[in-house]
């Protein structure tokens, strides 16, 4: 089976692992502060906080941020849950902003959501494709709000030439196993507001300041979201080869675009040529007319070989929020979700495996 995302561990990323485990400190020692300070050099970002999650991180943004009960968050339903999960955890309700053909929240669609609650936009860059930077961050400035991009699929995505990581108020990066690169479980906060980044470190480790000596005072609300050092070490010996890992992706990506352009059944996601994509995801979305044999199309490409999935039932669909916040509709997300399917694209690909996923994307869907 080639699955549609996996990680690529060498020798190097082992020995550095291996080398910390056999050091005197498992956690609290210095490869967190060297990780933060390649990806702070990768993004162009003064300030990096690592998380043992993303999912983490977003609960530590959320919360330093002053997000709370009663206000509002607009946000994307085309992610994974813990893009709203955390703000909905402390009390704040979504408004869902609709998307369009390719997966990205629709910046048209955000200034009729704004009400005097509203307290924040989140973004998502969908398998890597940023989102309209620049359009929400002139939005987010005419109402005072924040702008957070929960950009998870999106370390090394570019647009206009700048990185991903360096429009937004804060951004968030997941260093989950099958995420652009991995720590097993990790993820940060990016931003260049200084006092931002020493709450965030406070929030991650229970809110406790050392003084002298023996002395310490606990300051704040705080937990323990701290990330070991040898996922640290491992971050670091990846983060190299992060580039190489995109590179590649793209190579497959491209293939496939080549390989996909004239098909009547399906379309692709369009990379501008002023972005650049991680290509975490390469999603494909059926005509509408082929939207109704997802499920027989989906069966037999797994049954071919192909670790395909979908991204993302609309999160206002699941059962916690319909009972939460009661049911709701938005066209293109609901089309999106009834059409998409992400096909193998990583790293550890070759382009002969290209090759054989396309023919069999091809041969299935006709
Ligand atoms: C993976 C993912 C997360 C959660 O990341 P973890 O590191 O697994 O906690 C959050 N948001 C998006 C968009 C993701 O894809």
């Not at 970002?45 to 009663?70: E, M, P, Q, R």
């Amino acid at each position: 089976m080639i699955p549609y995302s996996t990680q690529f561990i060498d020798e190097d990323d082992i020995k550095a692992v291996v080398e910390v485990l056999k050091s005197s400190h498992l956690t609290q020692g210095r490869s967190v502060e060297s990780f933060e300070k390649a990806i702070s050099e990768y993004v162009g970002i003064k300030n990096v906080v690592v998380f043992n999650s993303a999912t983490s991180a977003l609960f530590a943004l959320y919360s330093s941020i002053g997000i709370g009960c009663d206000d509002e968050v607009i946000t994307t339903p085309i992610t994974f849950a813990a893009t709203s999960n955390m703000f909905v955890a402390l009390g704040a309700k979504p408004l869902w902003c609709d998307v369009k053909p390719d997966g990205n929240m629709d910046e048209n669609s955000i200034e009729k959501l704004i009400t005097p609650k509203t307290k924040a936009i989140v973004a998502v860059d969908f398998g890597g494709k940023p989102v309209e930077h620049k359009k929400i961050q002139n939005i987010a400035k005419k109402y005072n709000l924040l702008y957070i991009d929960d950009a998870s699929h999106a370390f090394g995505s570019e647009l206009d030439g700048q990185k991903v990581g360096s429009f937004a108020d804060a951004t968030i990066f997941s260093f989950h196993a099958i995420k652009p690169f991995t720590t097993g479980e990790g993820g940060c906060v990016v931003t260049d507001d200084n006092k931002l980044a020493d709450k965030l470190r406070l929030f991650r480790s229970h809110g406790i300041i050392k003084q002298k000596l023996y002395k310490s005072d606990m300051i704040q609300m705080g937990y323990n979201f701290r990330m070991t050092e040898f996922q640290a070490a491992l971050g670091l010996s990846q983060i190299k080869k992060v580039d190489s890992f995109i590179k590649k992706r793209n190579e497959i990506a491209i293939y496939y675009d080549e390989r996909f352009k004239e098909s009547k059944f399906f379309t692709t996601q369009k990379i501008g040529q002023n972005q650049k994509s991680s290509r975490h995801l390469y999603p494909i979305n059926l005509a509408p007319s082929f939207s109704q044999k997802k499920e027989e199309i989906f069966k037999e490409l797994q049954k071919k070989g192909l670790g395909v999935q979908v991204h993302y039932k609309p999160i206002y669909q699941n059962s916690f929020y319909i009972k939460k916040f009661g049911k709701m509709s938005l066209k293109s997300a609901e089309e999106f979700y009834k059409s998409e399917i992400s096909i193998p694209c990583h790293q550890k690909m070759t382009l002969e495996d290209a090759k054989f996923v396309a023919d069999i994307v091809l041969k299935v869907i006709a």
